[in-house]
């Protein structure tokens, strides 16, 4: 018996009705009763009773009965724990449509400025991470130059660059990057869709180095540093400047060579 109460319990929980709550209503389920009656058969403060029944009164899971013998507290027919969902449920598209119509004109006054230029820092595997996240918003072409190394060298984990690559065709655009070494394609990433939308030209050192990684996307340089052991991203929001790096991409890729792809 008390197996079932508290796998009851706990799914009444789940239905937002706090363990308390979730006593009483199955109290009141058995049989009406009083504010003092609950108190003493559930162990709970009777004070503490009057507040979580005017709570379960709100979720429209208990009301009153008056009769000769006086007041009782009454459980509702358990199809009303619908009524809390149904309002969770339209709440939520509610939001919904709030984000849809909000987020495009937060867009718009973040735009505003085509001068602002925002610089962003992040440190160590994880800030790295989360700042290579943001590139999945990129739209149409993402850029990059990548030097000697690849996404697995940044952040030590082939899983989640193979995510990060998952990701990237789910998001739509194509890549483009310039690199100091060539690659090995058959080792590179088995993700075929990607290897699709990704195209690189090799550029020797003596022609021009790399130090870091750079990635240009939307409005945003992303800038990628791992010396000594030392991890450090930055990101420059900034509509010139990423146009300018845009400026200086396409000349150094004129000047790469086209590999076979």
């Known amino acids: 018996?008390?197996?079932?109460?508290?796998?009851?319990?706990?799914?009444?929980?789940?239905?937002?009705?706090?363990?308390?709550?979730?006593?009483?209503?199955?109290?009141?389920?058995?049989?009406?009763?009083?504010?003092?009656?609950?108190?003493?058969?559930?162990?709970?403060?009777?004070?503490?009773?009057?507040?979580?029944?005017?709570?379960?009164?709100?979720?429209?899971?208990?009301?009153?009965?008056?009769?000769?013998?006086?007041?009782?507290?009454?459980?509702?027919?358990?199809?009303?724990?619908?009524?809390?969902?149904?309002?969770?449920?339209?709440?939520?598209k509610e939001q919904r449509i709030a984000l849809s119509q909000l987020v495009p004109q937060l867009q718009t006054l973040a735009k505003n400025d085509a001068k602002a230029f925002v610089v962003r820092t992040y440190?160590?595997?994880?800030?790295?991470?989360?700042?290579?996240?943001?590139?999945?918003?990129?739209?149409?072409?993402?850029?990059?130059?990548?030097?000697?190394?690849?996404?697995?060298?940044?952040?030590?984990?082939?899983?989640?660059?193979?995510?990060?690559?998952?990701?990237?065709?789910?998001a739509g655009y194509t890549i483009r990057e310039i690199i100091n070494s060539d690659l090995d394609l058959n080792s590179f990433t088995s993700n075929k869709e990607f290897m699709k939308r990704y195209q690189y030209r090799f550029l020797p050192n003596e022609q021009f180095y790399f130090n870091e990684t750079m990635d240009i996307y939307n409005n945003t340089v992303a800038v990628g540093h791992w010396r000594k052991n030392q991890k450090v991203g930055v990101e420059i929001i900034s509509k010139s400047y990423a146009n300018m790096m845009r400026q200086f991409f396409e000349t150094l890729w004129q000047m790469a060579q086209i590999t076979k792809n």
């Open 123 to 170: 440190e160590g595997i994880e800030g790295i991470k989360q700042m290579l996240w943001h590139e999945l918003d990129a739209k149409g072409e993402l850029l990059g130059f990548i030097g000697n190394q690849t996404l697995e060298d940044l952040i030590n984990d082939h899983s989640w660059a193979e995510k990060h690559r998952n990701r990237s065709v789910e």
């Open 1 to 92: 018996m008390s197996d079932n109460i508290d796998n009851l319990l706990e799914k009444l929980d789940i239905l937002d009705l706090n363990p308390d709550e979730a006593k009483i209503y199955l109290e009141l389920l058995h049989e009406p009763s009083t504010h003092l009656r609950l108190s003493h058969v559930t162990s709970i403060n009777r004070t503490k009773v009057y507040r979580l029944i005017e709570n379960l009164e709100k979720k429209s899971l208990v009301s009153r009965r008056i009769d000769d013998r006086g007041t009782f507290l009454v459980s509702s027919d358990p199809a009303a724990l619908e009524i809390a969902i149904i309002n969770q449920e339209t709440r939520l």
